[in-house]
């Protein structure tokens, strides 16, 4: 089973990264699974344009091996900061790049980040707005890492125990549902079911 773990912040180096590579080593560990990071550090893809359905040269050499990668993935796990409120621009642009035939149904598990308190907004805004014309299944559990830069560090010493222990073991308990959903969903693909050039695009 392949996984691939989107780190949507712009920044580089970011808590988002760092939290990404954590959800990577714990899923290697586990028995048949192949995890990957798609990283989007440096906002790599320029924002769409009509060229993406023109099938340009440019964009089909940016494009085509993140679709490769992602279609070749069965699940997924989304990281997003949040800015101002909000998912980054980059990750909501990616969202518009890629279509039914790399995510659609497909599980992902959102992982939001905040340095305080918040990070409620940005599952808001990825269940509301990001799956419509994609396709992306979203599972109805989701992970909030409040005061991430005092989580998930390397080093013990930086890290607030109680609140350290408590993300890593919610974190495994999420990616085990994660990939119980990831080959549930297999079957329904494979079934036909959801294959249709009538009906392109989310209501």
Same mark, same amino acid.
């Given at each position: 089973?392949?996984?691939?773990?989107?780190?949507?912040?712009?920044?580089?180096?970011?808590?988002?990264?760092?939290?990404?590579?954590?959800?990577?080593?714990?899923?290697?560990?586990?028995?048949?699974?192949?995890?990957?990071?798609?990283?989007?550090?440096? *906002?790599?893809? =320029?924002?769409?344009?009509?060229?993406?359905?023109?099938?340009?040269? %440019?964009?089909?050499?940016?494009?085509?091996?993140? %679709?490769?990668?992602?279609?070749?993935?069965?699940?997924?796990?989304?990281?997003? =900061?949040?800015?101002?409120?909000?998912?980054?621009?980059?990750? %909501?642009?990616?969202?518009?790049?890629?279509?039914?035939?790399?995510?659609?149904? %497909?599980?992902?598990?959102?992982?939001?980040?905040?340095?305080?308190?918040?990070?409620?907004?940005?599952?808001?805004?990825?269940?509301?707005?990001?799956?419509?014309?994609?396709?992306?299944?979203?599972?109805?559990?989701?992970?909030?890492?409040?005061?991430?830069?005092?989580?998930? *560090?390397?080093?013990?010493?930086?890290?607030?125990?109680?609140?350290?222990?408590?993300?890593?073991?919610?974190?495994?308990?999420?990616?085990?549902?994660?990939?119980?959903?990831?080959?549930?969903?297999?079957?329904?693909?494979?079934?036909?079911?959801?294959?249709?050039?009538?009906?392109?695009?989310?209501?």
């Amino acid at each position: 089973m392949r996984i691939t773990i989107i780190s949507g912040s712009h920044r580089d180096p970011s808590q988002s990264a760092k939290v990404a590579h954590h959800i990577r080593r714990r899923l290697q560990q586990r028995p048949d699974v192949e995890a990957d990071v798609y990283s989007l550090a440096g *906002n790599p893809l =320029p924002l769409w344009d009509q060229g993406v359905w023109e099938g340009g040269p %440019k964009w089909r050499e940016l494009l085509d091996p993140v %679709k490769r990668q992602m279609a070749a993935s069965d699940a997924f796990v989304v990281i997003a =900061p949040e800015w101002h409120g909000q998912v980054p621009a980059g990750l %909501k642009n990616l969202f518009l790049l890629l279509g039914k035939a790399e995510v659609g149904h %497909k599980p992902a598990l959102i992982v939001t980040v905040s340095s305080a308190d918040g990070g409620a907004y940005p599952v808001a805004e990825l269940r509301m707005s990001s799956y419509k014309n994609n396709r992306i299944c979203y599972i109805p559990e989701q992970l909030i890492i409040r005061h991430v830069e005092s989580v998930l *560090n390397d080093d013990p010493a930086a890290n607030d125990a109680d609140a350290d222990d408590y993300f890593r073991r919610r974190i495994d308990w999420s990616l085990g549902i994660l990939l119980e959903y990831a080959a549930a969903l297999r079957q329904v693909r494979a079934s036909g079911v959801t294959a249709s050039e009538e009906f392109n695009f989310g209501m």
